[in-house]
């Protein structure tokens, strides 16, 4: 058996405990050193995250590299992990993610020194990076879990030190309110989420009970899907229906999904850059992750009765978003804003039903968080320069800082979508998904694409063009740390938007096993090709 999942689990949780554990101080030594124990945890998470999606064999089983450790023998549970193509690439998008956050936070979690020599806002360095840390351990096994006990408790566990990332480690630049705003934004963060996840614990509760009942005593994901599919395992369609909403419930909370998104703008308003991208580039996608891995492979037909309903609300949030997105004051809430857009396009992909729409789904969920993360952290460079978050104290900024103007820029084209760039892959492949089997829906979609052009340029217009504002002319540009932070982001959507392959060619096999669980196939051209011979038609 190998150890490779749990040793890409255990580095970060271990690295977690280590930064926490040295002394704590307001030297610059100890900050550096805390800082550069952590930013080595998570290069060494990626490096094995890295081993784990080159080890996987793409024509092999569905479940690769897979463990399996006693943990509650009474009741069935086993610390189990095991690989596929989709959990992979999203494990691999949160090892890259995170060593980016911590270089762009690296002064996020510093002491404030007045004129005087004193300092305030007195921040534990070594608990921001801690708390980093421990999200990526929880996440990676999140994505990499095959017993849903195990993805349980780390799903909800996960909420702990977001809670504490938002409400303790929060903007500065949120004006003399900052404090209370950042307090209620943590707490609307872990109440929605805290009520999603009780739902989802009774659901799963529900289904170890009807399991039980007919002699599997188990929590192993494998185990349970096979006996579904089997008819070994056969649910009450009244009872599917209701475990179905109590799982897509708490992964809806997360996502999320309109309409219940609404503490999406608040932790993302005011968190720190960093911790927004966390939520939405690295949380967020442990939702819509589970409805492909949950939703769909334990309650087939249920999914399938819901679909259409969830397509309708998913419409709803791509237009709902991006208006919003439209019409914000503020550089923060805007993201959030079309983050809950372009999640609509995730989880219209993965209802869809077809291997288009699901691949673009799971391509989109990376695909927006490298784009997503590139906008939000060169925007938060931005905010820390100005002190302010709202767009109408910025303008002319590409005069006097263009490459960060340029940056910006970038970020903004990928988040609409632009051909060549990474996230129109993902969305191209998730409305030809769509309009396979529901046209109105996808024509519908494509109007969302027409409101991220106006929300991104008009961003773009309102803080990078025009004279240059009061606060904005000594502004500096990007420096050397920041560009280490940007680069990587730029390449990858550039990379990605050219050359997807190495990413479909680990999915696709993960999706169509997925679309064999539900019985479910790509819908017939409307208009085949007819066979030629001799150069003519027959």
Not at 234 to 243: F, H, M, Q, R, S
Not at 355 to 379: F, K, P
Not at 475 to 497: K, Q, Y
Not at 501 to 514: E, F, G, M, Q, W
């Amino acid at each position: 058996m190998s150890y490779l999942l749990t040793a890409t689990c255990a580095v970060p949780a271990a690295g977690a405990v280590l930064t926490a554990a040295l002394p704590a101080g307001s030297s610059e030594a100890r900050r550096r050193a805390s800082k550069g124990v952590a930013l080595a945890v998570s290069a060494a998470t990626l490096a094995l995250t890295g081993a784990v999606a080159a080890s996987l064999d793409t024509g092999g089983a569905r479940y690769q590299l897979t463990e399996s450790h006693t943990w509650i023998r009474s009741f069935g549970i086993d610390f189990s992990l095991g690989a596929d193509g989709i959990g992979a690439v999203l494990a691999l998008l949160t090892a890259v993610l995170v060593p980016i956050v911590m270089l762009a936070s690296w002064h996020d979690a510093d002491p404030v020194r007045n004129p005087d020599g004193t300092f305030e806002n007195v921040r534990r360095t070594q608990g921001f990076f801690a708390l980093v840390l421990a999200v990526e351990a929880m996440v990676l096994v999140s994505f990499l879990a095959t017993d849903i006990f195990v993805f349980y408790v780390f799903f909800e566990a996960m909420l702990i030190p977001m809670y504490f990332l938002i409400g303790g480690f929060g903007d500065r630049a949120g004006g003399p309110d900052s404090a209370a705003q950042r307090s209620y934004a943590a707490v609307k963060f872990l109440l929605y989420n805290l009520l999603g996840g009780l739902v989802m614990l009774a659901a799963v509760i529900g289904l170890y009970v009807l399991a039980q009942d007919q002699g599997l005593a188990t929590f192993d994901l494998p185990t349970l899907t096979g006996a579904i599919a089997d008819g070994k395992l056969v649910i009450d369609p009244t009872a599917e229906k209701l475990l179905f909403l109590g799982f897509f419930f708490a992964f809806a909370v997360k996502a999320p999904l309109w309409p219940l998104h609404t503490w999406l703008p608040n932790a993302m308003g005011e968190s720190t850059a960093g911790t927004a991208v966390l939520i939405t580039a690295v949380v967020d996608k442990v939702g819509t992750f589970a409805m492909l891995r949950f939703c769909l492979g334990l309650f087939p037909d249920a999914s399938r009765t819901f679909g259409p309903y969830i397509l309708v609300l998913s419409l709803i949030g791509i237009v709902y978003g991006a208006l919003l997105a439209v019409g914000q004051k503020d550089i923060k809430r805007l993201v959030a804003y079309a983050s809950i857009s372009h999640f609509g396009f995730i989880i219209m992909g993965i209802f869809a039903f077809t291997s288009q729409g699901q691949s673009g789904a799971t391509l989109y969920m990376v695909n927006h968080g490298i784009s997503t993360a590139a906008w939000m952290l060169v925007a938060g460079f931005l905010i820390s320069r100005r002190g302010s978050r709202l767009i109408a104290d910025f303008g002319g900024v590409q005069k006097v800082a263009p490459v960060l103007a340029g940056t910006f820029l970038i970020g903004g084209l990928a988040t609409l979508s632009l051909p060549g760039l990474a996230p129109f892959v993902s969305e191209f492949l998730v409305l030809v998904g769509t309009f396979a089997k529901y046209p109105v829906a996808g024509i519908i979609a494509t109007f969302g694409i027409v409101l991220a052009a106006l929300y991104a340029l008009l961003l773009y217009q309102r803080t990078m063009t025009g004279p240059v504002k009061a606060g904005v002319e000594g502004m500096a540009d990007l420096r050397l740390r920041e560009v280490l932070v940007v680069a990587p982001l730029v390449a990858l959507t550039l990379f990605l938007g050219v050359y997807p392959k190495p990413l479909t060619d680990l999915v696709n096999p993960a999706v169509n096993a997925t679309l064999s669980q539900i019985h479910q196939t790509d819908p017939a051209p409307a208009h085949p090709v007819a066979a030629t011979t001799g150069g003519e038609h027959e």
